[in-house]
């Protein structure tokens, strides 16, 4: 993305901070260093300061340097970050028996205190501390200690909460270089717990955003109206173009000294500066860190190119399919017949055997007659790696699909799964790449413009049904398990593809959703994580940025957002879960509707499937139901900490339409029109629909939910009834009027059917028919919202 703002950064100079810092055996600067590679940042000078080296007698000379009456004094340790709590800072007089009497005082008893920390707090120790005690910890604090920094003393403005600022980098994992800034000080993470989402702190990765859209971001928080003077009893103490400019040098650092970066000598670990004060409209950082390492080298690129070869096939090949019984590859193979794949483009490898059920089965990889799409591999994980360097040497598959678990999930199967790894990212350093992997503790692929399902599930547990409408939609998801679940509860899902990725030991996420931004098949991508391999959540990221630029929509959910939540996911499909607020912020900045729990994810997905090709003009709501209660609940559900819609005014012709059919209907002295709209429970499906239809035609109402009341007499949503005046197949009713409708308009409609299982049937009829359909009033409307603020950010996306 390229920034509006441009900062004026001195590369060579910080280059060299990091070199000289190296040399020295050190990965970190001190503060002093980061003071020096703010002042060639670009953006606000930094205070002056003087290091005084442990031993060195501070002089007048040395003290003319820094302007005031007073002097700030800090130790200089590269294992103590939190100064002040071992009485590592002090302002005093800025004249030479005082700064000499303090400094004196902070070295001797500086090293006491930090060791009766680590005492109380043995967890929190530094690697370098830890196992020692006594007289060895204190010699071990002295030793490190460097000095004392001499800085400028400039008093703040105010000291009164929220005036101060902290502004980080952090090279993560999973999304490289972040940006974050909010509420500063010594209660930070007090703040970033106790305040709503988005209110203490915001994140960015460096790679997606401006310091334009960065500073959009912190324009939301509590820490930017404290600053700006937006708050009662406050005043601006900084203006925006500070804040712009300080945001704009950061990323531009991030984007610079990061992975992403072959020009880059060293990358930025984590850079840190808390607090930012403010004097006189100068941003005044008072502390201040900065962690640095050499770049590392990165994996081949995977020939992702041969994903379609995995999703399309002409050739497939299996091993573990068993004669005797209906193991997993025996299932697999049933799979794939049953959805009509050809058998005579199917072989097995099975020593012994000529055939097995009409298809033709070799002896060994070695003896196929030509070179497979898909090879799948149902086999016991110790079976593995010998089976992946027979395919590598043979090159005899496009692509690979590894079924067995035991291949990273368990501290005894890492090694196993590493040696894996290596083979095939040697592989992908040479020629045309090799096969691609998909997999390990893979639970396969559906693949219905491929024609096959390799899953392992057999028919009698989860029946499929072949005859309805697959959706112009693909579902990558890391667990199998939450994919089959999600499918078996909400069979109204039908996605074109459904991809179990597993364990991510060679195709990732980002990958897949690489290749589905281009497919003609798919619009919508879904995708459940539990963890992105190294720097591929960015990778993943800027896929989801160019489908939705693309005009595709991407729903995702991540697994992990809380400590033990993270421990279960490793567990599980050897994840590396990485920081959830982080990610989150990275997806939703990509463009992706990010779901909160696994029932907002089918929700989602559902409406995403149903309304990716409708109109929306803007977050106006319609809101309709026979049933009071639901009216209400409708008007509750407008607002939460995620998302904001509103109830749209309806036009005057609009009102008068909904007054004449309820007149007509001898409703008028019932309900009284307005948003929600209770029109009451004798309201027949006419009603319902005709209600529905003026109010999709409103150029006031962006979309509609209305609720059906399935229970009232006055309506026909029931199926198998010999009462005509309840019969769901009635010409009249609402289950066909409804459908065409949701065909016809070009708004988003849904429809809540708040009933038992008896109304099933309606609700099975209408999402057929297009109309996603929800069990009640306020799951439709809080979905219904996040999707429709979701589709709006990536409009205005596409337009920046």
């Known amino acids: 993305m390229e920034a509006k703002t441009e900062v004026s950064i001195d590369y060579d100079a910080i280059t060299t901070l990091f070199r000289d810092?190296?040399?020295?055996?050190?990965?970190?600067?001190?503060?002093?260093?980061?003071?020096?590679?703010?002042?060639?940042?670009?953006?606000?000078?930094?205070?002056?300061?003087?290091?005084?080296?442990?031993?060195?007698?501070?002089t007048d000379e040395t003290l003319r340097g820094l302007p005031g009456d007073k002097v700030v004094l800090k130790i200089v340790s590269p294992t103590i970050v939190h100064k002040t709590e071992v009485g590592g800072v002090r302002i005093v007089p800025r004249d030479e028996d005082s700064v000499r009497s303090a400094v004196r005082r902070m070295v001797s008893e500086v090293p006491e205190n930090y060791a009766n920390m680590i005492r109380l707090k043995l967890a929190h120790a530094p690697e370098e501390y830890k196992g020692l005690d006594g007289d060895d910890l204190l010699e071990a604090i002295r030793g490190d200690i460097k000095g004392v920094l001499l800085v400028q003393f400039m008093p703040p403005d105010s000291s009164s909460f929220g005036n101060e600022l902290i502004v980080g980098l952090r090279y993560t994992r999973e999304f490289g270089m972040v940006v974050s800034a909010g509420l500063g000080g010594t209660d930070t993470e007090l703040y970033a717990q106790r305040f709503r989402k988005g209110q203490a702190i915001v994140a960015a990765s460096c790679e997606l955003t401006t310091g334009e859209d960065f500073f959009e971001q912190f324009r939301k928080t509590i820490s930017y109206r404290k600053l700006a003077g937006l708050t009662r009893g406050q005043r601006r103490v900084v203006t925006d173009e500070q804040l712009l400019e300080c945001f704009s040098s950061f990323i531009a650092m991030g984007r610079h000294f990061s992975p992403g970066n072959p020009e880059a000598g060293f990358v930025i670990q984590e850079m840190e500066i808390n607090p930012y004060a403010f004097t006189n409209y100068l941003m005044v950082p008072l502390d201040g860190m900065c962690k640095f390492s050499l770049p590392k080298a990165h994996?081949?690129?995977?020939?992702?190119?041969?994903?379609?070869?995995?999703?399309?096939?002409?050739?497939?090949?299996?091993?573990?399919?068993?004669?005797?019984?209906?193991?997993?590859?025996?299932?697999?193979?049933?799979?794939?017949?049953?959805?009509?794949?050809?058998?005579?483009?199917?072989?097995?490898?099975?020593?012994?055997?000529?055939?097995?059920?009409?298809?033709?089965?070799?002896?060994?990889?070695?003896?196929?007659?030509?070179?497979?799409?898909?090879?799948?591999?149902?086999?016991?994980?110790?079976?593995?790696?010998?089976?992946?360097?027979?395919?590598?040497?043979?090159?005899?598959?496009?692509?690979?699909?590894?079924?067995?678990?035991?291949?990273?999930?368990?501290?005894?199967?890492?090694?196993?799964?590493?040696?894996?790894?290596?083979?095939?990212?040697?592989?992908?350093?040479?020629?045309?790449?090799?096969?691609?992997?998909?997999?390990?503790?893979?639970?396969?692929?559906?693949?219905?413009?491929?024609?096959?399902?390799?899953?392992?599930?057999?028919?009698?547990?989860?029946?499929?049904?072949?005859?309805?409408?697959?959706?112009?939609?693909?579902?990558?998801?890391?667990?199998?398990?939450?994919?089959?679940?999600?499918?078996?509860?909400?069979?109204?899902?039908?996605?074109?593809?459904?991809?179990?990725?597993?364990?991510?030991?060679?195709?990732?996420?980002?990958?897949?959703?690489?290749?589905?931004?281009?497919?003609?098949?798919?619009?919508?991508?879904?995708?459940?994580?539990?963890?992105?391999?190294?720097?591929?959540?960015?990778?993943?990221?800027?896929?989801?940025?160019?489908?939705?630029?693309?005009?595709?929509?991407?729903?995702?959910?991540?697994?992990?957002?809380?400590?033990?939540?993270?421990?279960?996911?490793?567990?599980h499909t050897a994840s590396l879960a990485g920081d959830y607020m982080v990610c989150e912020s990275c997806v939703r900045q990509a463009g992706a509707i990010v779901a909160r729990t696994f029932t907002e994810f089918q929700d989602l997905f559902l409406l995403a499937e149903n309304l990716a090709t409708k109109q929306l003009g803007g977050n106006r709501l319609g809101a309709v139901s026979g049933a009071g209660f639901e009216a209400v609940g409708m008007a509750d559900s407008i607002q939460s900490d995620d998302y904001h819609i509103q109830l749209a005014d309806f036009g005057q012709t609009s009102k008068k339409q909904i007054t004449e059919i309820l007149r007509r209907k001898k409703l008028d002295a019932l309900v009284t029109v307005g948003n929600p709209l209770d029109i009451n429970p004798a309201a027949d499906d006419e009603t319902h629909v005709t209600i529905a239809r003026h109010l999709l035609e409103d150029k006031g109402v962006d979309a509609l939910v209305i609720g059906l009341d399935p229970l009232s007499p006055a309506m026909h949503t029931l199926a198998d009834t010999p009462v005509a005046a309840f019969?769901?197949?009635?010409?009249?009713?609402?289950?066909?009027?409804?459908?065409?409708?949701?065909?016809?308009?070009?708004?988003?409609?849904?429809?809540?059917?708040?009933?038992?299982?008896?109304?099933?049937?309606?609700?099975?009829?209408?999402?057929?028919?297009?109309?996603?359909?929800?069990?009640?009033?306020d799951r439709a409307v809080a979905s219904l919202s996040l999707y429709i603020e979701a589709r709006l950010y990536a409009e205005r996306m596409r337009h920046e």
């Open 21 to 58: 810092a190296h040399a020295e055996g050190r990965n970190h600067l001190f503060e002093y260093e980061v003071y020096n590679l703010l002042g060639r940042s670009g953006a606000e000078t930094p205070p002056r300061s003087v290091l005084l080296p442990r031993g060195a007698r501070v």
């Open 299 to 571: 994996g081949n690129q995977r020939p992702i190119a041969k994903i379609d070869s995995l999703l399309h096939p002409k050739k497939i090949g299996i091993i573990g399919v068993s004669t005797k019984r209906k193991n997993f590859g025996r299932n697999i193979l049933d799979n794939i017949l049953a959805e009509g794949f050809a058998r005579e483009n199917i072989c097995i490898l099975r020593p012994g055997r000529d055939e097995l059920d009409g298809i033709r089965c070799y002896p060994d990889l070695a003896s196929l007659p030509e070179k497979l799409d898909l090879f799948v591999v149902a086999v016991a994980a110790s079976q593995v790696p010998d089976l992946v360097d027979e395919v590598i040497r043979l090159d005899a598959a496009e692509s690979v699909m590894l079924i067995p678990g035991g291949m990273g999930e368990t501290e005894d199967s890492h090694e196993r799964a590493a040696a894996v790894s290596r083979a095939i990212n040697e592989v992908h350093g040479k020629g045309d790449g090799g096969p691609i992997f998909i997999g390990a503790n893979c639970m396969g692929v559906v693949s219905h413009p491929g024609g096959y399902d390799t899953w392992f599930i057999p028919e009698e547990k989860f029946p499929k049904n072949r005859t309805a409408r697959t959706h112009r939609s693909a579902l990558v998801s890391q667990s199998g398990a939450f994919m089959l679940n999600r499918i078996s509860q909400c069979p109204d899902l039908h996605p074109a593809y459904m991809v179990s990725m597993g364990n991510q030991t060679d195709l990732t996420l980002g990958d897949m959703v690489k290749y589905f931004k281009d497919s003609d098949q798919v619009d919508v991508i879904a995708v459940y994580a539990e963890g992105f391999n190294d720097l591929d959540g960015l990778e993943f990221c800027t896929a989801v940025r160019a489908a939705v630029l693309a005009g595709k929509e991407v729903v995702f959910y991540k697994a992990g957002r809380t400590p033990e939540g993270k421990s279960a996911t490793s567990g």
């Open 727 to 777: 019969s769901l197949d009635a010409e009249e009713g609402v289950a066909p009027l409804l459908t065409q409708l949701g065909q016809s308009t070009d708004k988003p409609l849904v429809a809540v059917v708040d009933g038992g299982r008896l109304y099933d049937p309606l609700r099975d009829v209408l999402n057929a028919g297009g109309v996603p359909v929800f069990p009640a009033c």
